[in-house]
């Protein structure tokens, strides 16, 4: 079965970056929508960026510029360059694909990104 594998993460100073990225471990097909997710603790999961059908890019209101969603096409794989983070940005970060076809969406096992001083 494959899987969304993803790494990256970790503990960063506030106004610090880091970089998440996110691959299938086989294919997968005709993927229409590749995304970003996060959830805090005691929080419901977020939406934070994603790729669409057409390639368009969409992005939570509360990120202001400071993440892009980039992708390899050629690899299926994600990326999420997060850059001024913050604390409230702490969470538990979750890639997300959806194919066509496909009776369920796949998810990453998640990433923790803690931004603490």
């Known amino acids: 079965q494959v899987q969304l594998v993803q790494s990256g993460g970790g503990l960063v100073q506030p106004g610090g970056s880091l970089t998440l990225s996110c691959r299938p471990s086989?294919?997968?097909?005709?993927?229409?929508?590749m995304g970003w997710y996060r959830q805090a603790l005691g929080r419901e999961r977020e939406f934070v960026a994603s790729f669409g059908k057409g390639g368009n890019q969409f992005y939570a209101d509360f990120l202001e510029g400071r993440f892009l969603i980039s992708r390899d096409n050629a690899e299926n794989t994600l990326y999420l360059q997060m850059d001024n983070l913050m604390p409230e940005d702490t969470a538990v970060y979750y890639c997300n694909f959806k194919v066509v076809g496909a009776p369920y969406e796949f998810w990453g096992q998640g990433t923790q990104v803690t931004v603490s001083s």
């Open positions: 086989g294919s997968l097909g005709n993927i229409y929508f």
